[in-house]
């Protein structure tokens, strides 16, 4: 039991492991993550995958929104400046370690012209300019066909290094999962500088933080950057993994899907994202294996079974905004406050 947590400068006070306890538990964890594939299964493997791409975009969604408290429906189709962007360089010859920063840096340029409305609107009025760039990125992704193959999409290639293929969901995954890990960790240390800070200045009052010397705009473009960054670096590993990128693969549902995870993961927090993601993404499996079961059972039962899936699945998200309005963070935050002094907790 850990009995005190007493730090003596403000460096340590502000380290992401400030214990010798945490720091044993963050590397269970990554030996966690490297032993998955190896014992998951295939899959498992592709749902590790699958989150891995979901936690950054959503940690990318989270600066935006969550930290800045800037709305932004339209962050699917950044996904998609980043698939394409990627697609189109790893059809040209250009390798994976250069193509996927280019679609993370081109995302965030586009990012940058998004949040432009931003300066002017906000609330309701900023998720319509939001919306709006969400139709016309899906328009340029249809009719672009010299660039994005139209409706047809495009074809990736594996990412290689050497004579080294990331073919499978397998090899795939040793690419997805420490780019996620860098991602987050980079954004949980971003919180702790200058611009993170005012990112929250502006989201809980940005006239208040304009009068303290914040620059507003400035701030407010660079959060729609970073957002759009890390979807296009979300969006460009979701290239290699599905190798195969249509406009369809960037829905509208698919940004209410990141919106809705940092809901439920909880706002403006970094473990929200991680949670939010994970939720999000598996919530829906275990429902559908809900369904294969009862399926076993009784045949005749799926006829009645398989719509609640999305009945439970969206009584979930409500339930949450309802009785837990900040999220899975929140929920993980009472559990270790409860252990800490357990069992001699009064």
Request: glycine share 10%.
């Amino acid at each position: 039991m850990r009995l005190g947590d007493f730090v003596t400068d403000y460096r340590a006070g502000e380290a992401v492991l400030r214990t010798p306890v945490q720091r044993v538990w963050f590397a269970a964890f990554l030996a966690f993550l490297v032993a998955l594939p190896f014992v998951g299964g295939q899959y498992i493997t592709f749902l590790g995958c699958l989150v891995g791409i979901h936690i950054i975009a959503t940690a990318g969604l989270n600066i935006t929104t969550g930290f800045t408290g800037l709305i932004s429906i339209g962050h699917a189709v950044l996904l998609g400046v980043g698939a394409y962007t990627v697609a189109w360089m790893a059809n040209n010859g250009v390798p994976f370690w250069l193509a996927i920063p280019s679609g993370a840096l081109l995302a965030g340029a586009v990012g940058i012209v998004i949040g432009i409305p931003s300066l002017r609107i906000k609330g309701l009025y900023l998720a319509v300019a939001t919306l709006a760039a969400q139709f016309v990125l899906s328009y340029i992704f249809r009719e672009w066909e010299s660039v994005t193959g139209g409706v047809r999409g495009l074809s990736v290639p594996p990412a290689q290094i050497g004579g080294f293929a990331f073919d499978s969901d397998f090899r795939v995954y040793f690419l997805i999962m420490p780019i996620a890990v860098v991602a987050v960790w980079a954004s949980r240390n971003l919180f702790r500088t200058r611009v993170g800070r005012a990112f929250v200045a502006i989201r809980d009052r940005d006239l208040s933080a304009e009068v303290i010397g914040i620059d507003i705009v400035r701030y407010k473009l660079m959060s729609f950057a970073l957002g759009a960054l890390y979807a296009g670096l979300a969006g460009g590993l979701w290239a290699y993994f599905f190798r195969s990128i249509t406009p369809e693969s960037f829905p509208l549902q698919l940004g209410i899907f990141y919106l809705a995870a940092i809901i439920v993961g909880g706002l403006g927090s970094t473990l929200g994202s991680i949670l939010g993601a994970i939720f999000m993404t598996l919530v829906p499996e275990v429902l559908r294996a809900m369904v294969n079961l009862a399926a076993i059972v009784s045949p005749a039962a799926v006829v009645y079974v398989s719509p609640l899936r999305e009945i439970v699945f969206g009584a979930l998200i409500v339930g949450f905004l309802i009785f837990e309005p900040h999220g899975l963070a929140e929920i993980w935050r009472r559990i270790r406050r409860f252990f800490a002094l357990w069992p001699f907790r009064s």
